[in-house]
């Protein structure tokens, strides 16, 4: 695609339900990130891809957190168990090469509130 | 450990004011430096980038230089638009190290 998109944009759920949040890269993008952004700061990371293989997920902040990119293209962050302080949007980015240097573009986010 | 700190906001200029958003960072190594904008309602955009030493990014007017003897990367433009009002974030991406994001800094831009 143009560029990358993410679904879905807005989740309201209630405490205690599982959400998956998806990421669509651009096309032939080799590495896909998974940050979080609390109001008012910038950007954290969870984790990311290249390719099909999870390579860091360093950045997740517990066990209800996990992502999967089993085809090397789509990938799909879970959060289990939601919690209010889950509340946050979710930004997704992919970049053409693996590699620590290589310019990361965004998808619009998802906006996640727990209630 | 690896951080950027960024000039806190909000920032408000009238047109064509000269605009400046400070940057510094702590980072082991060479890492490359970037300013992201984040319009109203839009995603993260990359506005420009400097992979070494004394590279200055431009684009739309906005420019940074890497200056590695002060560890930083400020963010300049000459004459602000009211249509520049967004959030501008510093980042780096070393070798080993996601992208490390600055808190972000809005700006706005009066008529």
């Known amino acids: 695609g143009a560029g990358v998109s993410q679904s879905p944009r807005y989740k309201v759920t209630k405490r205690g339900q599982d959400v998956a949040l998806r990421c669509d890269p651009i096309?032939?993008?080799?590495?896909l990130y998974w940050y979080r952004q609390a109001l008012g700061q910038g950007p954290e990371f969870l984790t990311y891809?290249?390719?099909?293989?999870?390579?860091?997920k360093s950045g997740l902040p517990n066990d209800r957190f996990s992502a999967e990119r089993p085809e090397g293209s789509i990938s799909t962050l879970t959060i289990q168990r939601t919690e209010q302080r889950d509340s946050a949007m979710y930004r997704c980015?992919?970049?053409?090469?693996?590699?620590?240097?290589?310019?990361?573009?965004f998808g619009p986010g998802t906006r996640l509130l727990v209630l | 450990g690896n951080s950027v700190t960024q000039m806190e906001g909000p920032v408000t200029l009238s047109e064509e004011a000269f605009l400046t958003i400070n940057c510094t960072y702590t980072?082991?190594?060479?890492?490359?430096l970037f300013w992201y904008v984040q319009y109203p309602g839009e995603g993260l955009q990359l506005l420009l980038k400097?992979?070494?030493?004394?590279d200055k990014g431009s684009n739309k007017g906005f420019e940074a230089t890497y200056r590695k003897e002060t560890t930083s990367f400020h963010l300049e433009k000459g004459s602000v638009q009211v249509s520049d009002s967004a959030v501008y974030f510093c980042?780096?991406?070393?070798?080993?190290?996601?992208?490390?994001f600055g808190k972000g800094t809005r700006l706005s831009v009066i008529a």
């Open positions: 891809f290249n390719y099909e293989a999870q390579q860091d």
């Open positions: 096309s032939g993008h080799v590495s």
């Open positions: 980015a992919s970049s053409l090469l693996a590699g620590g240097r290589e310019t990361q573009y």
């Open positions: 980042a780096f991406l070393g070798g080993n190290t996601p992208l490390v």
């Open positions: 400097a992979t070494k030493a004394d």
């Open positions: 980072a082991t190594g060479y890492p490359s």
